[in-house]
């Protein structure tokens, strides 16, 4: 990446305080529809190690840097990350997340004005081990009319649609 792109990119998006979740990623410029926003970046590991090094969270936490590339690599954002990791999630996104060739990129689905916030659709899996409150523990708040009311996939029945992406949880 040269200087000069590495400057665009800066100026393209901001890191700050979210309504919906912590940190949150905002355009700090326009971003036209299609834009490729930015890769997910952090240290590639297997499954099992990142399942190892998450083994310590208690099963409430639902707060988690790691993304599944494919069946044998997850993203731990946690290490080497970048600010990929502090896009939240929304039922209703502007963005999406994309796998080309074993690396993950966050694209535009919607043209964004300053000061919008990106999001994609997280579509977390759940497993047979998830404690009872799972859905209270990944309950989405991004506040649209259509939010289904959880980060879980599949979606409760009345509002599935087909997947596209999914990141998975520590």
Not at 18 to 29: D, E, I, N, T, Y
Not at 56 to 65: E, I, L, Q, S
Request: hydrophobic residues 35%; proline residues 5%; charged residues 30%.
């Amino acid at each position: 990446m040269s200087a000069a792109h590495g400057k665009q990119q800066a100026r393209l998006i901001e890191v700050r305080e979210s309504r919906l979740h912590g940190l949150g990623v905002f355009a700090a410029r326009r971003i036209v529809k299609g834009t490729r926003v930015m890769e997910y970046l952090g240290e590639r590991v297997t499954h099992a190690e990142a399942d190892r090094r998450y083994a310590h969270k208690d099963a409430g936490d639902n707060h988690t840097f790691l993304f599944i590339v494919d069946a044998h690599t997850v993203i731990d954002a946690g290490v080497g990350g970048n600010e990929a990791r502090f896009v939240n999630h929304s039922c209703e996104p502007n963005c999406e997340s994309v796998i080309e060739n074993r690396r993950l990129f966050i694209d535009a689905i919607r043209s964004m004005e300053p000061g919008k916030e990106l999001t994609y659709d997280y579509q977390i899996h759940g497993e047979p081990d998830d404690p009872p409150d799972i859905d209270a523990i990944f309950a989405c708040r991004c506040g649209f009319d259509g939010c289904r009311g959880t980060m879980l996939w599949p979606a409760p029945r009345a509002a599935r649609r087909t997947p596209q992406r999914r990141a998975r949880r520590g």
